[in-house]
């Protein structure tokens, strides 16, 4: 699996690192495991330096009604997306995730995401 996570309860927070290409699949994978460990109000740090996603337009616009539904039962926690500055992004990608509601920020130190996350669950 290209996708990997561990689930902080103590720290309400939830470290995802993605190697190589993740699709759709191991995305739902991730969603079902974080709501069935009751941690989708945890604040998420994703790094992505060392892999990508490839959803169509289709599968980011199940994510974003996932996600709604997810939001109509408990507040979703925010999100610092880790991206390698040397390697190009998919723009489009990040704002279609930006506009679900909920903190949301890109960064290029893990460190710094995660000093943003400590400061959004503060909140």
């Known amino acids: 699996m290209s996708l990997t996570w561990k689930i902080l309860h103590t ?28 941690a989708i109000p945890y604040g998420k740090l ?11 337009d289709a599968e980011l616009m ?14 979703l926690g925010p999100l610092a997306v880790v991206i ?5 992004v998919v ?5 279609r995730l930006a506009v679900i509601p909920r903190p949301f920020k890109v960064f290029y130190e893990v460190d710094d995401a995660r000093h943003w ?4 669950m503060a909140r």
């Not at 994703?46 to 169509?56: L, T």
């Not at 390698?84 to 190009?88: H, K, L, S």
């Not at 723009?91 to 704002?95: A, D, G, N, R, Y």
Request: overall charge negative; aromatic content about 8%.
């Open 117 to 120: 996350l400590e400061q959004e």
């Open 91 to 95: 723009e489009s990608t990040l704002h």
């Open 62 to 75: 199940s994510y974003a009604g996932m996600a709604a539904g997810y939001r109509s039962t408990a507040p």
């Open 46 to 56: 994703f790094d992505s330096r060392r892999g990508a996603g490839e959803f169509s």
């Open 11 to 38: 720290e309400r927070l939830v470290l995802a690192a993605i190697e190589g290409t993740v699709g759709y699949s191991e995305i739902e994978a991730f969603i079902a495991d974080l709501s069935a460990a009751g």
């Open 84 to 88: 390698d500055a040397e390697t190009e």
